[in-house]
């Protein structure tokens, strides 16, 4: 694959999906790096990574945004209708036709990867990269127990791991069967983060 064929698109939408834990904040940065260096001079990469545009969202004080806090400190998926809204209100404060766009660990309904299909093809982005950073349940648990952060509890990471497999898998099912408008990328998570990050680069096509 190359993922700078003009033919495709001039700019181009990077979607990261897995389990918890995977490292896809890690890989998203090593790829925005990558892009830089071998993109178009003069391109920038934006960065949506929908958990913080709720969280920043959920510090208002509206009806809707402290609906949404209350999701949040439940563990509760927020409404598609609401990440599509913080999605449109970033790409019109920041995206201005040229912007390689990264989404990070989103969508994670099936209505919301058919929501943001339609988004990116009414921006004129065609044929977005998916990349599905792959580790096992196990593996995931294990990570995520390991790293001792505060909202690891044994509760919260049952919760994110049952979610995967109830609303995330059905997504990565529906990029994998319309290959005619993704490109599918599956990377074996479970190696050391530079070779997770050798093996997504070359599958793009990019140089190291």
Request: glycine content about 6%.
């Amino acid at each position: 694959m190359n993922i700078f064929n003009k033919e495709v698109s001039k700019n181009k939408a990077f979607i990261f999906l897995g389990r918890s834990g995977c490292g896809k904040g890690t890989q998203v940065n090593l790829l925005i790096e990558h892009l830089v260096k071998s993109g178009d001079e003069g391109n920038k990469t934006l960065h949506i990574e929908s958990g913080t545009l709720l969280r920043e969202f959920s510090k208002g004080t509206t009806y809707t945004q402290t609906k949404t806090k209350t999701c949040i400190e439940n563990g509760i998926l927020a409404p598609e209708a609401v990440i599509v809204s913080l999605w449109m209100k970033y790409l019109d404060a920041n995206f201005t036709g040229v912007e390689n766009l990264v989404f990070d660990g989103a969508p994670r309904k099936l209505n919301e990867a058919k929501l943001l299909n339609d988004t990116l093809r009414f921006i004129d982005i065609k044929k977005p990269v998916v990349i599905c950073v792959n580790v096992s349940r196990d593996w995931s648990e294990k990570r995520l127990l390991g790293r001792a952060r505060k909202d690891d509890t044994r509760e919260s990471i049952d919760r994110r791991l049952a979610w995967y497999e109830t609303d995330v898998v059905p997504v990565i099912n529906y990029y994998k069967e319309n290959s005619d408008y993704y490109n599918f990328i599956d990377v074996n998570g479970e190696q050391p983060i530079d070779d997770v990050q050798n093996e997504i680069v070359s599958k793009l096509g990019l140089n190291l």
